[in-house]
């Protein structure tokens, strides 16, 4: 006989009525896309800008933090759009941008070399490359890339404080039916993403200040990942599929038990 106490408002999945049991697997289907489709616009959004496939933490930090390798243009310029203009005409360019891009150097010099040499390809007809037109444009290209801005980041903090804690109260409140041992085990998954969202949210800030809090980023969005795809199986699975143990199922209803 297990004398394990069961508390007394613990429900497991399967001794919820059916309808509950439906609204429950339908939420968490609908859930589990929503997170894939989260996986896919992350991987999408910030996975590559290191120029290598997938996500990795210098990503992170070029999406946060930004770039210290100067400007967009200095960097093409020295790379992929070197031999698309005679090397006088290149050292001016870069000239011109490290003694601070300034108009008036724009308009006597830089003005006839871009001209001649980037705006066939770069006139802004083709949205994949900077339009290079005119002292504005040409300017977008060599602000320093300092990651996204402070009034970014606080947009996504809120959205993704409320969002996270929405999702992750519904699947924590479903997955609290289910039987889980060690207790310890079932309570650390389901506090664990509230803790990853803190931590997640606050490194995007910190990764300004000290580049390897990208870890940070990305070992809360590993940990958040892990208790979701923890609750949501162990859910699913005990709903429909498991054996209930018998000292739940046969436990006196009226004992006061502090376990849940
Ligand atoms: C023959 C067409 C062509 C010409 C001419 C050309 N570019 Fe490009 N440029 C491209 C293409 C294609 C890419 C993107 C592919 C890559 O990065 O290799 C690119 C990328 C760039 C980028 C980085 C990506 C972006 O769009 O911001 C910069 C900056 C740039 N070019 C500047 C210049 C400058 C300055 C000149 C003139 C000196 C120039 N390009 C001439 C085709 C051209």
């Not at 120029?51 to 990503?59: I, K, N, Q």
């Not at 006839?112 to 444009?137: K, V």
């Not at 980041?153 to 969002?163: E, K, P, Q, T, W």
Request: hydrophobic share 45%.
């Amino acid at each position: 006989m297990n004398a394990e106490r069961i508390h007394r408002l613990y429900w497991h999945f399967q001794e919820l009525p059916v309808s509950m049991r439906t609204l429950f697997t339908s939420a968490l289907l609908v859930m589990g896309l929503g997170y894939l489709f989260a996986l896919i616009y992350v991987l999408a959004s910030h996975g590559g800008l290191d120029g290598r496939r997938g996500l990795s933490v210098e990503d992170i930090i070029l999406t946060y933090g930004g770039s210290t390798e100067g400007t967009r243009l200095e960097t093409a310029l020295q790379g992929p759009m070197s031999t698309m203009l005679a090397k006088r005409d290149l050292g001016e360019m870069l000239q011109w941008i490290r003694a601070g891009a300034s108009k008036a150097d724009y308009e006597t010099r830089i003005h006839a070399i871009i001209e001649q040499n980037c705006l066939t390809c770069h006139d802004g007809s083709n949205p994949h490359l900077s339009n290079l037109d005119g002292f504005e444009n040409v300017m977008e290209t060599v602000q320093a890339d300092t990651g996204k801005d402070i009034y970014s980041l606080v947009r996504a903090s809120h959205i993704h404080m409320f969002g996270i804690t929405f999702i992750f109260f519904l699947l924590g409140f479903i997955f609290s039916h289910a039987y889980i041992r060690p207790l310890w085990f079932k309570n650390v998954v389901i506090v664990m993403p509230f803790h990853c969202i803190a931590a997640d949210v606050a490194s995007w800030y910190f990764i300004k200040l000290f580049a390897p809090f990208a870890w940070v980023t990305m070992i809360a969005g590993i940990l958040m990942a892990m208790s979701f795809a923890i609750m949501w199986f162990s859910s699913m699975y005990q709903m429909w599929f498991y054996t209930v143990p018998e000292h739940v199922r046969n436990r006196a209803r009226e004992t006061d038990g502090d376990i849940s």
